[in-house]
């Protein structure tokens, strides 16, 4: 049970912000205590129960005994940097690399998912001689110098760097064809111009960099033709097509293992994180042997932790649970009961837009129904209110006003049913 605070004994939350400072930010507005989890729930201080329909970094589910049983017969065994010869990271990167567009045959072992797209960039420099970085106007890739100079959609206080441009997300969810063909092409203008502001600069273009299913900007529905569009004018320019799989990897589409197998391009760069490891820090940095050899040829490039035999270890357990308890088609099909589910329990609604999203990720847009503006505050009502019927989901898009529900890839049918059903529940008391 969590500790009354008194002078004496200062509560956890007085004791984090005595150390980790006030801005460390925490979910919800009474910050929740877990102590442990199992699949796909979640158990607090107080002793409660939640189900889990937010976090992918626990992929295969919370406590998996089969990565925690690798991680630790591992770090029994030896716990290496990576500059010996050890099986396990040759293992895990040849069943990483197979699940994978024949031509991204390399991988570079991180810890995160900002380090894997730091390394993104910085391949992309190199290859392309040139420094432009073309962004989504509402995006989040990481920590890193590089990434804080190129991140639209969380506050930092660094400036954009000279070298960045934005675009707008095309996102033509309830636009007719025709809408949807105006938006297309209005979309791709805008792509030309940026790259004809970056060439008249000097910087040239380096890379595209986004996240194939647009989940910070509000799992936007892109117009059939746009990625392709975009990837061919960057290249057209020299410029790399990197695909950040964070949120978008490892199956969370259900009927593909990545995101960008979506669209009819295939990266240069794809970037990994999150549920890489099932909580042990994991990223990769994919791409071609012949970028590779040229950079490594020029660059010592070695990471202390990345890639070293525990989180290999951890890695290699995440890809054999995917397979063994097939939580791909599992995904597929649970994430369509989701989204039907949730279809059928909003339906006419007024200001809950159509459910969006794909495989095990779903997205509701709240709107004023007499401005039709973005309603963050009903979201976050939802988020809270669902938060008390022991569900966590969280919020995501450009006013933080779509419900982001992105659970584990464990998540069954009958969670989707009582998720479903509180969250119906809280909409029609709304
Ligand atoms: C799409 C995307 N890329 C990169 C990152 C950064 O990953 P990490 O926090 O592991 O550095 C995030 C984190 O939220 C993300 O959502």
Known sequence: MPVASTPETPTLLERRRATLGSHSPLFYNTPLEIVSGKGVWLRSAEGKRYLDAYNNVPHVGHAHPAVANAVSQQMRKVALNTRYLNDRVV?????????????????????????????????????????????????YHGTTLTLAQATTGLTTSEAMGENVRTIRIPDSTGLDNAATERLLASSLAEVDSVITSLQNAGFGVAAVLFDPLFSTEGLAKVPAGYVEGLVKRVREAGGLYIADEVQSGFGRVGRLMWGHELFDAVPDIVTMGKPMGNGHPLGATVMNAELLEAFGAENMFFNTFAGNPVSSAAGHAVLQVMTDEQLMPRAAANGALLRRE??????????????????LFAGMRFTDPETGEADPATAKRVVESMYRDGVLISRIGRNDEVLKIRPPLAFEAGDVEVLVTKLSRIIAAL
């Open 91 to 139: 293992n895990y990167a040849e069943a990483l690399l197979a699940t994978l567009h024949p031509t991204l045959n390399r991988v570079s072992f991180g810890n995160s998912g900002s380090e894997a797209n730091e390394l993104a960039i910085r391949l992309a420099r190199f290859k392309s001689r040139n420094t432009g970085l073309i962004m989504s106007d509402y995006s």
């Open 342 to 359: 949730l279809s059928g329990a909003v339906a006419g609604v007024a200001g809950v837009g159509e459910v969006r999203g794909d495989g």
